[in-house]
């Protein structure tokens, strides 16, 4: 029923939106790479060591910088920050070998690869500089930040324990500073923990993500997986298979073969152990002899 006065809505202070209002007001649901990752949403890529979560990283993370579609997901372009404190060198030479596997012209790309550390547990004072030049970089490259990615969580988290909810909590907020100051998608790549079973660490990291993908391999199919675990407003539990194809990218001062690995979408099931599936092309996945995350 009508209230018998006409004075308008109160001031909000907490952001409060009336139902009749909430088409008007409500941003629209917008994705960096659609039903998987949200824009200036949290996110999480968790596996075992050398089940290929950084190639597949990377391969997600220039399909940004591309504004290509990621295993059939539509992508939103703009400038990705990779951020490789574990293991800089071996990020060049997959970079290098995605470029070749892709015949990549030579102009520029939105793409930023950040090899040096960054600690987001000693305090604040790097996640500001960080953001700041991250700043700096939107504005001299003309593009907004859409992704930054950080390989790995523990490599930026010197001095953390991950099973501890107050240290994870230091590290979960200066990850938000990023996303909110940056007004960008943070995915952090992360270990499984010793029983294969979850994230590494304490529970709150996973509670904090609004999408979380779990890679995993199998030793007896030699299928690598990628699972949406956790998808925040979106459908979780889809997955997709894929392989690490080698690329040749070069000879070192020795003569031998300079080498990396591409992500490869597998567009058939796994075959049963002890069976053969004629359509593999043996030999493609050699990864696993040399792979190391």
């Known amino acids: ?22 088409d008007q007001t409500a941003p629209p649901y917008e994705w960096v790479v659609k039903h998987i990752i949200p824009r200036c949403g949290f996110g999480l890529i ?27 997901h539509k992508t939103l372009q703009g400038l990705v920050a990779y951020q490789a404190g574990e ?59 859409e992704l930054v990615v950080i390989d790995t969580l523990h490599a930026a988290s010197n001095g953390a324990d991950e ?6 909590g ?4 200066n990850c938000k500073r990023i996303q909110e100051e940056l007004n960008t998608a943070v995915l952090l790549i992360h270990h499984m923990n010793a029983a294969g079973s979850k994230p590494r660490g304490h529970t709150s990291l996973y509670a904090a993500c609004d999408a979380a993908i779990e890679v995993s391999f199998c030793e ?27 690329e040749r990218i070069g000879v070192d ?9 591409v992500v490869e979408r597998e567009t058939f099931s796994p075959r049963p152990q002890g069976k ?6 043996p030999g493609r996945d050699v990864a696993s002899i040399f792979l190391h995350e």
């Open 1 to 22: 029923r009508a209230r018998p006065w006409t004075e308008g809505p109160p001031a909000s202070k907490i952001g409060a939106i009336r139902w009749v209002d909430l």
């Open 220 to 246: 007896d199919t030699r299928t690598r997986t990628a699972k949406f675990a956790k998808v925040k407003d979106g459908a979780d539990d889809q997955r997709f298979n894929f392989r690490l194809v080698c």
């Open 87 to 145: 293991g800089g060198r071996g990020v060049g030479k997959r970079l290098k070998a995605y470029r070749q596997h892709y015949n990549l012209p030579p102009e520029d790309l939105p793409f930023l690869l950040l090899p040096n550390e960054l600690n987001l547990f000693a305090g604040e004072e790097q996640t500001t500089e960080f953001i700041q030049e991250m700043q700096r970089w939107a504005r001299f490259i003309g593009r907004p930040v």
């Open 163 to 168: 099973n501890a909810s107050r240290d994870m």
């Open 170 to 173: 230091a590290v979960i907020h």
């Open 46 to 72: 968790y596996g075992a060591s050398q089940a290929g979560k950084s190639f597949l990283s990377i391969d997600l993370a220039m399909a940004v910088a591309r504004g290509k579609p990621w295993m059939g």
């Open 253 to 261: 001062e020795d003569g031998f073969d300079i080498t990396s690995c």
């Open 276 to 281: 053969k599936n004629p359509r593999r092309k």
